[in-house]
């Protein structure tokens, strides 16, 4: 059977773009919710890979979109380095601190992260077993940068000012870190197609605050290593790379990586897009989430403008960012329905 997101991703223009959503399997959903209460907290469903499978294939039992993406989260791998990590229940992520050489030398040796997301792995041999034989299973991890981020800081913050801060006043710490994670996300991902994904994707969060030079050494180079040693392993390997709010950083990008498609924020028009970065290949993108909230015409509206605006090239149908836990189940329904009836 034909895969319409493998067809997208080799560069084929089809009249339905194939569609699926940056967290489909989460809060929003009523089913998530009850699986998560099951596992008992966030962590817990990560790693246990009955329930992590079952909440990733609720969003195609209920939708059916043309991919189902993992569940797990970006930040596992700097547990498996070594990190302590916990979640803040209404804050989010803690992780203990990487501000110096020495927490660097107590990390973990990249070999070592296999240990600690087996689970991982196993979540994905039961989807690759259990989803519809059209679905699409696709992994991913965290860019370097991105995780990278969180490691310095602790936590998310509203500017990566910890991570900005190492990089100007210790370059050698900051960069041995980004290296350690580009080494480690080849391995995760690497075991991840091993278990059955078909496409990975490359979730770079903050890519938007790296600016000049430090946009090319931090969120080019890495994920051009990444992608080569993983194409080298897995030929024809397809992967998707997402710099969000790159901006003018989006043109070029799929050719200075080696990425095969470029997922897009929705701080650029699909009008500029279709211009300047669908031209090299596959864009994926890039409906406001905000709209999964609000719904009405405006969600039907936009998404057709979408659709149309990406019709001269492959094109894969997804939000801008993540879906956010107060969207409305029906709207997602409605988005489709405009993606794939016109």
Not at 29 to 57: H, M, N, Q
Not at 162 to 186: G, S, Y
Not at 315 to 341: C, K, Y
Request: with cysteine; aromatic share 8%.
């Amino acid at each position: 059977m034909t895969k319409t997101i493998l067809m997208a991703l080799k560069g084929e223009r089809q009249a339905v773009p194939p569609v699926w959503m940056m967290r489909q399997a989460g809060r929003y959903l009523p089913e998530y919710r009850a699986t998560r209460a099951k596992a008992g907290d966030f962590l817990s469903l990560c790693y246990t890979p009955d329930l992590a499978a079952e909440v990733t294939l609720q969003p195609i039992r209920r939708y059916g979109f043309d991919a189902a993406i993992l569940f797990a989260d970006i930040l596992l791998i700097a547990q498996a380095l070594g990190a302590d990590l916990w979640f803040e229940t209404g804050e989010g992520p803690r992780l203990s601190m990487i501000t110096s050489a020495a927490d660097l030398a107590r990390l973990k040796p990249v070999e070592a992260v296999h240990e600690t997301l087996s689970p991982v792995y196993e979540t994905v041999r039961i989807l690759s077993e259990e989803l519809p034989k059209e679905t699409t299973l696709i992994g991913f991890a965290g860019a370097p940068w991105t995780v990278a981020t969180y490691m310095i800081a602790g936590r998310g913050t509203p500017d990566q000012g910890p991570a900005h801060a190492l990089k100007a006043a210790d370059r050698a710490t900051f960069a041995a870190l980004i290296d350690r994670l580009t080494e480690a996300t080849v391995e995760y991902l690497s075991a991840q197609v091993e278990a059955g994904a078909e496409v990975v994707k490359l979730f770079d969060s903050w890519a938007g605050s790296l600016k000049g030079a430090d946009f090319t050494d931090f969120a080019v180079k890495p994920v051009q290593r990444i992608i080569a040693e993983l194409k080298r392993r897995h030929p024809g390997l397809p992967i998707i790379a997402f710099p969000r709010e790159a901006g003018e950083g989006y043109v070029g990008f799929a050719r200075a990586t080696g990425a095969d498609c470029v997922a897009l924020d929705n701080s650029v028009s699909a009008d500029w897009a279709a211009e300047h970065v669908q031209v090299d290949g596959c864009v994926q993108g890039n409906l406001a989430p905000h709209h999964m909230v609000t719904g009405g015409a405006a969600l039907v509206e936009e998404t057709r403008r979408i659709v149309r605006a990406f019709a001269g090239g492959p094109h894969i149908f997804n939000l801008g960012h993540g879906i956010t836990p107060d969207a409305d189940p029906d709207s997602v329904q409605r988005m489709i329905d405009a993606v794939r009836e016109g």
